[in-house]
């Protein structure tokens, strides 16, 4: 059975900084495509960053471009998200989720796999 867990949401203030985890198990991680999207209440799910099998190939938001940087352990299954500079606009639930696509890995349709989400919430 395949699990993604993630952890490391919180409660922070504007300028702060959150790490979020996605440890994987039940799949050979290092086959996977792993992104980061996030969902904010009454808003459509939105593509944060994803990052390639090896981690040399990262892609991300523009909205989040400089201020976030996505990584991966292959020996640990776990996939990061470092979130620095934040702002109340990136108050969301955050999901990783993981692909064996190579195209269209913005789109979450991409994504079989699916965390349970972690809540980020950035208070001014």
């Known amino acids: 059975q395949v699990q993604l867990v993630e952890s490391g949401g919180g409660l922070v203030q504007v300028g702060g900084s959150l790490r979020l985890s996605c440890t994987a198990s039940?799949?050979?991680?290092?086959?996977?495509?792993v992104a980061w999207f996030r969902q904010a209440p009454g808003k459509a799910r939105e593509f944060v960053a994803h990052i390639g099998w090896t981690g040399k190939s990262t892609v991300y938001a523009d909205s989040v471009q400089g201020r976030f940087t996505i990584s991966r352990e292959n020996a640990l299954n776990t996939a990061y998200l470092q979130m620095n500079s934040l702002k109340p606009d990136d108050t969301a639930v955050y999901y990783c989720?993981?692909?064996?696509?190579?195209?269209?890995?913005?789109?979450?349709?991409?994504?079989?796999?699916w965390g349970q989400g972690t809540q980020v919430t950035v208070s001014s």
């Open positions: 989720a993981a692909s064996q696509g190579a195209d269209g890995l913005r789109d979450y349709t991409q994504y079989y796999y």
């Open positions: 039940g799949l050979t991680f290092s086959d996977y495509v």
